[in-house]
Nanobody
């Protein structure tokens, strides 16, 4: 099955850090952009970061300066380093891929994983 496997979510105190991992299963990351998304209770899914195969990155305004997306092609894995976490970051975090670029809505992305839960306590 072609999908991502997310891991690294946990309960953390406000101001803390986590690193999420997103491992590709059944395909390589070559030629793909990979995005991290999150869905908080009662809210719509939101894209928080994306990285292209060439390394271009973009971030949602809500996480700029706090989150960093990176990719390790050799490990076929994408990471999301999250620092200065806030209770508002509490959500299930998912990753997904899109051919070539980060443009488009979340419906343009595929190979969704099951997600990993991040809970930030105040």
């Amino acid at each position: 099955q072609l999908q991502f496997v997310e891991s690294g979510g946990s309960l953390v105190q406000s101001g803390g850090s986590l690193r999420l991992s997103c491992a590709a299963s059944g395909f390589t990351l070559a030629g793909n952009a990979v995005g991290w998304f999150r869905r908080a209770p009662g809210k719509e899914r939101e894209r928080v970061a994306c990285v292209t195969f060439t390394g271009s990155r973009n971030y949602a305004d809500s996480v700029k300066g706090r989150f960093t997306i990176s990719r390790d092609t050799a490990r076929n894995t994408v990471y999301l380093q999250m620092n200065s976490l806030k209770p508002g970051d509490t959500a299930i975090y998912f990753c997904a891929r899109r051919r070539s670029s980060c443009s488009g809505s979340s419906t343009d992305f595929g190979s969704w994983g099951q997600g990993t839960q991040v809970t930030v306590s105040s």
